[in-house]
């Protein structure tokens, strides 16, 4: 399996391309060797590739790289707006699909930014790899925490054919796939011609922890009787949370000012279980693709609260349920700064406050 | 596969006259070559044809000496601004593109003069009682800068104070004027000082700077446009870091996180960093602030960890959080820690809310 990705690219023959490349690498070689000798007036060599034009450059981006790169930069398009997105890309790299890839972007309109380093809230990768699937490759771009992937077969005369749906993943922006067939991008099967929402690949990624460190807390903390239930757990993303239990208010109260709620849903888990199951999954499918618009966020508290046999306790329980209902957001392409997760655990039973062994979602528009 | 080797037969001799070619304009002479002047994002190749190498580094050195200005203005923060521009029809205006593109600004194409930071330049050729001036002007949105220059023998040399107008921010600003200098000169003078256009400034600092033979570098030596950029844009976060200290005897503690770094020179956050920040800044309100403490150098030298913070704040700048309210704490150093320790960097980040 060969594997590009956007930051070290080097370029890859293949097929028919195989004796352009072998003859162009030999041609370089020789270049190189002739330039070698080549010196500036303080007597420094110098590097024969640098004086190469760009547009000669540009040469080692296939037909198929490209109709693959427009296929997806048009769906880029639909996800950010060109007009008010800027996005980043490291100056230093110097792939020539990437520098394909940039420059259609900025011709829709993207604001383009070199930076040192990966800065940027709009960073852009790419990945090209081949699949298990002969003549077939699969390219995934990332646009800050948005990724948007498609496989697509290699087709005779440098033509591609698109061989999945458009997955995206980190938002839920409706996009229309239109897919237009031309002289190097055939449409073999219509039903591909449809977006997808998809969990990240990163779901489960080692982050910082996010410790919440307010004076109440610390004072809180110092007063705890040692076998109370935790006044804070971690949620699904390493961000600390308060147990809903010693109160009413979100840890996250500041971020939903702003917000009215629009709807809530109760989902209901078996007895020390964190198991979904189906009827669960599927009023979450209806709960998102039915209800959630992309600038809506999610609130959801995890409960376990009564007895438990199991050791990882009401904390673990609690957080554990509102951490599964969370993978089944993300799945549902949710961005995961968009689920604000926490929990409420004791040992014993609150009343009505939350349920003894459930996750209470509710979703939020904006005010604005 | 006929094709293929036609056109890869094509492809390759024109590679190597063009790389040859390549090789005899470098041999001949100093001065830089077009790629380098040459904006990534719709450069004119055809504009900088006509003109020679040396007549490209003065250009470089001009736009250079005008975008280091303009990134030490607060207004224009690389980080944040995106710059609206044009495809440039002149040598002059690939320098201005180029040299804005290399500070890190964000660079957006359009049609006409939309945007905010529609970008626009300009050179006018004066005859005056001293001889000829040019005249460089470069403008953003409001806020323009001009100088003269004056083109000799030994090169390209200021003959004026940069002039600023549409921002009221130029106390801190440092002048790129060494640049000039490392051209050589038999004892040539020139003046180094920015001031507001038409405002009377009775705290204007001027001075005058003296070039000798003895300051020649090669070109290779020179100071490239990349280091005067970044320190450019270091000057005005240490400005700012000096500038504002905030009392946070009014402010509490809410989050803290640790970031942490590869090495001790990487400016790579990596996706789980930079997560980490997008769920940090969810929660940030109009009155918040930032806290970056990043210096743990144990020799007293923060250089490093100095260029870690400005990552970092970088960062938070990219997903909306205010220059004035993020913070770069004053170094505190860690004695566990040895200066030729490149494990793990932490940077800690700590967001506080008004009491």
Redesign the interface.
């Known amino acids: 399996m060969i594997q590009l990705s956007g930051n070290k690219a080097p370029y890859s023959a293949r097929n028919?391309?195989r004796?352009?490349f072998q003859?162009?690498t030999?041609?370089?070689i020789?270049?190189a060797a002739?330039?070698s000798s080549?010196?500036?007036?303080?007597g420094?060599s110098?590097d024969?590739l640098?004086?190469?034009?760009?547009a000669?450059k540009a040469?080692a981006v296939t037909l198929t790289d490209k109709a693959m790169f427009d296929d997806l930069s048009g769906i880029a398009a639909q996800v950010f707006p060109p007009?008010s997105t800027?996005l980043?890309v490291n100056?230093d790299n110097t792939d020539p699909r990437m520098?394909y890839f940039?420059?259609g972007l900025?011709?829709k309109?993207?604001?383009?930014?070199?930076?040192?380093?990966?800065?940027?809230?709009h960073?852009l990768a790419y990945t090209l790899k081949d699949t298990d699937t002969a003549n077939e490759k699969h390219l995934s771009i990332a646009i800050g925490?948005v990724l948007i992937g498609r496989d697509y077969r290699q087709l005779q005369g440098n033509a591609v054919s698109p061989h999945s749906v458009v997955r995206l993943s980190g938002t839920r922006t409706p996009v229309v796939v239109a897919d237009s067939p031309s002289r190097r991008f055939k449409i073999e099967d219509p039903a591909f011609s449809e977006a997808r929402y998809v969990a990240s690949l990163?779901l489960d990624?080692?982050?910082?922890?996010?410790?919440?460190?307010?004076?109440d807390i610390v004072s809180k903390v110092s007063e705890q009787a040692s076998d109370g239930p935790s006044l804070q757990g971690l949620n699904s993303?390493?961000?600390?949370v308060n147990n809903l239990f010693y109160g009413n208010e979100s840890t996250?109260a500041?971020?939903l000012e702003n917000y009215q709620r629009i709807d809530r849903q109760i989902i209901v888990f078996g007895n020390d279980s964190m198991i979904l199951g189906d009827t669960n999954k599927q009023l979450i499918e209806q709960f998102v693709d039915g209800k959630m618009k992309d600038t809506d966020v999610i609130s959801l508290v995890g409960c376990s609260n009564g007895p438990t046999s199991l050791d990882i306790g009401n904390e673990g329980l609690a957080l554990g349920r509102a951490q599964r209902v969370t993978q089944a957001l993300l799945a549902r392409g949710v961005a995961?700064?968009k689920v604000l997760d926490e929990g409420c655990w004791a040992p014993t039973n609150v009343g009505d406050r939350f349920p003894s062994r459930g996750v209470v979602i509710e979703l939020w528009r904006s005010n604005a | 596969?006929n094709f293929?080797?036609e056109?890869?037969?094509a492809?390759?001799?024109?590679?190597?006259a063009?790389?040859?070619s390549?090789?005899t304009a470098?041999?001949g002479?100093?001065g830089v070559?077009e790629?380098d002047l040459?904006p990534?994002?719709?450069?004119n190749?055809e504009a900088l044809r006509n003109i020679s190498a040396s007549e490209r580094a003065h250009l470089q050195l001009i736009a250079t000496n005008l975008v280091a200005t303009l990134v030490q203005i607060p207004e224009m923060r690389?980080?944040t601004a995106?710059l609206q521009l044009n495809k440039p029809q002149t040598a002059y205006g690939n320098a201005v593109i180029r040299a804005l593109?290399?500070a890190?600004?964000?660079?957006?194409?359009?049609s006409a003069d939309q945007g905010q930071h529609f970008v626009s330049y300009s050179k006018s050729l004066s005859e005056t009682e001293s001889g000829l001036v040019n005249n460089y002007s470069l403008a953003v949105g409001k806020i323009q800068l001009s100088r003269e220059y004056v083109v000799d023998d030994d090169g390209v040399f200021p003959s004026s104070l940069l002039k600023i107008s549409g921002t009221d921010h130029i106390a801190d600003i440092t002048l790129a004027d060494n640049i000039f200098a490392e051209q050589g000169g038999d004892g040539k003078i020139f003046i180094s000082g920015a001031q507001r256009e038409g405002v009377p400034d009775p705290d204007l600092k001027a001075s005058t700077v003296d070039v000798q033979d003895f300051d020649l570098l090669?070109?290779?030596?020179r100071t490239p446009q990349e280091a005067v950029f970044?320190e450019a844009r270091q000057r005005y976060f240490e400005n700012d870091a000096k500038r504002q200290s905030p009392n946070l005897d009014d402010y509490?503690?809410?989050?803290?996180?640790?970031?942490?770094f590869d090495d001790n020179v990487?400016?790579?956050?990596?996706?789980?960093?930079?997560?980490?920040v997008?769920?940090?800044v969810?929660?940030f309100?109009d009155d918040d602030i930032m806290v970056i403490k990043a210096c743990l150098d144990a020799d007293g030298r923060d250089d490093a960890s100095m260029n870690r913070a400005i990552?970092v704040e970088?960062?938070l700048a990219?997903?909306g959080i205010p220059t004035e309210s993020a913070y770069i704490a004053p170094c505190a150093r860690a004695s566990y820690r040895h200066a030729s320790d490149d494990s793990p960097t932490p940077v800690e980040l700590?967001h506080y809310r008004p009491r």
């Open positions: 028919g391309n004796a352009l003859f162009s030999a041609s370089l020789a270049a002739l330039l080549c010196t500036t007036p303080d420094n110098v024969p640098k004086s190469v034009p760009a000669i040469e007009l800027t980043q100056r520098q940039v420059s900025a011709d309109g993207f604001g383009i930014q070199r930076v040192s380093a990966d800065q940027g809230s960073y925490a990163g990624e080692a982050s910082p922890v996010i410790a919440l460190i307010t004076p993303s390493k961000v600390e996250f500041s971020i995961r700064e | 596969m293929f080797t056109s890869s037969r492809t390759a001799g024109l590679f190597l063009l790389t040859l390549g090789c470098l041999s002479g100093p070559d790629k040459l990534r994002l719709a450069g190749e690389p980080a995106t593109e290399d890190g600004f964000g660079m957006q194409i359009v090669p070109q290779d030596k970044t509490e503690k809410h989050r803290r996180t640790v970031l942490i990487t400016q790579m956050m990596g996706n789980a960093n930079k997560r980490a997008r769920l940090l969810r929660e309100s990552r970088e960062e990219g997903y700590i």
